[in-house]
C-alpha cells in the first residue's frame, strides 16, 4: 500500500515556474515507476511525465517537453515534477501516480488527491 500527498501547486503568471512535490508513505516507495498526469475541467486526465523505480528512465510528454522535469529522491520517498515557462493550458489539477512504468492511467495503481496548478495569462 502507498499512500501519495502532492503539494506545491498554486497560481503562477505565464512564464513562470512552480515545483509540485508528492511524498509517498511506505517503504516500497522505491520499487514503484512514479508519473505525473494532469486533468483540466471537461477534459480527460492526461499524462504529464514518468520515471522509473530507480530513476534511470524519464518520459515526458510532447507538450510539455523541454519546460517539465520529473525526478526522485528515495530517500525521502518524494517525486518532484519542475515546471518551467508555465503556459495558461497547463491549467489543471495535478496527479502524482505509483505503479508500472508507463503513460496510461491503468499503468498505475496509487493515486494522489491531487494539487491545483493555475496559470494566469
Known amino acids: 500500500q502507498v499512500q501519495l500527498v502532492e503539494s506545491g501547486g498554486g497560481l503562477v503568471q505565464a512564464g513562470g515556474s512552480l515545483r509540485l512535490s508528492c511524498a509517498a508513505s511506505?517503504?516500497?516507495?522505491?520499487?514503484?515507476?512514479m508519473a505525473w498526469f494532469r486533468q483540466a475541467p471537461r477534459k480527460e486526465r492526461e499524462f504529464v511525465a514518468s520515471?522509473?523505480?530507480?530513476?534511470?528512465?524519464?518520459y515526458h510528454a510532447d507538450s510539455v517537453k523541454g519546460r517539465f522535469t520529473i525526478s526522485r529522491d528515495n530517500a525521502k520517498n518524494t517525486v518532484y515534477l519542475q515546471m518551467n515557462s508555465l503556459k495558461p493550458e497547463d491549467t489543471a489539477v495535478y496527479y502524482c501516480?505509483?505503479?508500472?512504468?508507463?503513460?496510461?492511467?491503468?499503468?498505475?495503481?496509487?493515486w494522489g488527491q491531487g494539487t491545483q496548478v493555475t496559470v494566469s495569462s
Open positions: 511506505g517503504r516500497t516507495f522505491s520499487t514503484y515507476a
Open positions: 501516480a505509483a505503479g508500472n512504468y508507463g503513460s496510461t492511467v491503468r499503468d498505475y495503481r496509487y
Open positions: 520515471i522509473s523505480w530507480g530513476g534511470g528512465m524519464t
